[in-house]
């Protein structure tokens, strides 16, 4: 299977590439990042980076930004899609379902096979504990740009499934900042090379409850990303979720 990396000189993505080369099964198809890495003449792995949609890939792995996966998306239409960009705006999410009517895509904020638990875990709290202050904490390094993570976006929307409500409160400031009943807060804390951690706390006057999530080294963010491409060029076109393409269900 020929993969294509969007993002390759990324975090991730450089990753990605290096899982790639080691892999029997698979094959690079082409490194792609942005104009001002293909124009210093920029190497991942040694693999000199190309403009996107140089290649016949059979699937890309995306982890780039948003304005590079919509910039990048009609150039390689009809070719699956495993996407990890985070905090993807209304108009990509619209260039992705465009994208998935010609072929399976996969876009999840997070590869971890423990965070697909912990969001069942937060959702299942949410619902067993509905009088408890729900609070979700999210650590990561200090170049990352986007806040709050889009997997801290996904556990709200879990605690919200398991209440059936719940407003989300994006930190606290201020002499009239005190908690809201119902509300769900969110807080993102920046720092050092902290690949990324996910705690989501259940409070109430007596006791506390605290699911967290810890990742050690992003590779198995890309290894995640590769086991769902190795999955998903045998499914239809359409949007298929994390636990869908994993064979979890759902
Ligand atoms: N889903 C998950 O499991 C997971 C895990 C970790 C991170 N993420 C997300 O993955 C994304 C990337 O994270 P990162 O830390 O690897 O970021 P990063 O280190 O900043 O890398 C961004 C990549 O995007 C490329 N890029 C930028 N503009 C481009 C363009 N116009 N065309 C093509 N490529 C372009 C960059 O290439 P040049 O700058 O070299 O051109 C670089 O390779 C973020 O959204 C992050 O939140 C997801």
Known sequence: MRVAVLGATGRVGRLVVAEVLAASDLELAAAWAGPASVAAGAQVCGVPVTPTGVGRPDIVVDFSS????????????????????????????????????????????????????????????????????????????????DAPSGTAVDLVAAVRAGRGGGEARHGRYGADAARVPGEIGVHAVRGGGVVGEHTVLFLDAFERVELRHVATDRVMFARGALTVARRLVAFPSGSHSLEAALGLGG
């Not at 996407?83 to 999410?93: H, P, V």
């Open 66 to 145: 948003d304005a590079a996966l919509a910039a990048a998306l009609p150039t390689f239409a009809g070719v699956p899609l495993v996407t990890g960009t985070t905090r993807l705006s209304e108009a990509t999410q619209h260039g992705l379902a465009a994208h998935a009517a010609g072929a399976p895509v996969v876009s999840a904020s997070n590869f971890a096979l423990g965070v697909v638990l912990l969001r069942h875990l937060a959702r299942t709290a949410a619902a067993f504990l509905p009088s408890f202050d729900a609070e979700i904490v999210e650590v990561h390094h200090s170049g990352k740009r």
